[in-house]
């Protein structure tokens, strides 16, 4: 049984995720540990759980989501699957840690890219569907596990907010079409768990998300 656990890191309070593949392997979702105490919070994480980082993914590339790259390659030999339409992001990391001051290691070579929309990635037994889901970042994907009926969302939708679209590859009307088509469409019982603030459910945020209307027809209100 696979499990997943959370942690808050860096100066952006940015969600990573482990996914426990219940194997003694696990999948680490945007690492943004920044500094010895996350990376030793992490360490200690995966030793209490018996696991080793088999596999890194992200949703996006913003600086908040890949702080911790460079430390999980030195720890497991892992590199980073990101979608190759993010490159954009992904290449602009570095001057953005240089903008808001931030200390950012060499961000390691890339692994394989992701696959296209639908595509699926396995985490041990289970396997969860790439979905493209533009419009915070113009490569941005979300992770979604069926079986458990949870998703990954990285800064699509949040509790009661939605990811800010005035970065570079942004756009407001695509993100909301990323909302209706790729999270809406999903049971209200699926839980997301966003790359910042607490997780939600598909059902509370097409109830009371002020950023998208309740019929989900995906008209931001701002
Ligand atoms: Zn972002
Ligand atoms: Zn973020």
Same mark, same amino acid.
């Given at each position: 049984?696979?499990?997943?656990?959370?942690?808050?890191?860096?100066?952006?309070?940015?969600?990573?995720?482990?996914?426990?593949?219940? /194997?003694? &392997?696990?999948?680490?979702?945007?690492?943004?540990?920044?500094?010895?105490?996350?990376?030793?919070?992490? %360490?200690?994480?995966?030793?209490?759980?018996?696991?080793?980082?088999?596999?890194?993914?992200?949703?996006?590339?913003?600086?908040?989501?890949?702080?911790?790259?460079?430390?999980?390659?030195?720890?497991?030999?892992?590199?980073?699957?990101?979608?190759?339409?993010?490159?954009?992001?992904?290449?602009?990391?570095?001057?953005?840690?240089?903008?808001?001051?931030?200390?950012? &290691? %060499?961000?390691?070579?890339?692994?394989?890219?992701?696959?296209?929309?639908?595509?699926?990635?396995?985490?041990?037994?289970?396997?969860?569907?790439?979905?493209?889901?533009?419009?915070?970042?113009?490569?941005?994907?979300?992770?979604?596990?069926?079986?458990?009926?949870?998703?990954?969302?990285?800064?699509?939708?949040?509790?009661?907010?939605?990811?800010?679209?005035?970065?570079?590859?942004?756009?407001?009307?695509?993100?909301? %079409?990323?909302?209706? /088509?790729?999270?809406?469409?999903?049971?209200?019982?699926?839980?997301?768990?966003?790359?910042?603030?607490?997780?939600?459910?598909?059902?509370?945020? %097409?109830?009371? /998300?002020?950023?998208?209307?309740?019929?989900?027809?995906?008209?931001?209100?701002?």
């Amino acid at each position: 049984m696979s499990q997943l656990h959370t942690f808050t890191f860096n100066a952006f309070g940015e969600q990573t995720y482990l996914l426990d593949h219940g /194997n003694g &392997d696990a999948t680490v979702f945007d690492p943004g540990m920044s500094n010895a105490d996350e990376q030793h919070q992490f %360490k200690t994480q995966c030793e209490l759980l018996g696991v080793e980082v088999v596999q890194c993914v992200l949703t996006h590339a913003h600086l908040d989501h890949v702080l911790g790259l460079a430390w999980v390659f030195d720890q497991w030999g892992v590199s980073p699957r990101l979608h190759p339409t993010d490159n954009l992001t992904w290449d602009q990391a570095p001057r953005a840690a240089e903008l808001y001051g931030v200390q950012m &290691d %060499k961000l390691p070579e890339r692994g394989p890219d992701l696959g296209s929309h639908g595509s699926l990635i396995a985490c041990g037994m289970h396997r969860l569907e790439v979905r493209c889901a533009p419009g915070h970042s113009a490569g941005h994907v979300i992770f979604v596990n069926h079986d458990q009926e949870w998703v990954i969302g990285g800064d699509v939708l949040f509790q009661g907010s939605v990811g800010r679209t005035d970065l570079p590859g942004g756009d407001g009307t695509v993100l909301a %079409k990323s909302i209706e /088509n790729q999270l809406f469409e999903l049971p209200d019982s699926f839980e997301v768990w966003p790359g910042h603030g607490p997780s939600t459910t598909i059902g509370a945020e %097409k109830d009371s /998300n002020p950023y998208v209307n309740a019929a989900g027809s995906g008209l931001l209100q701002r």
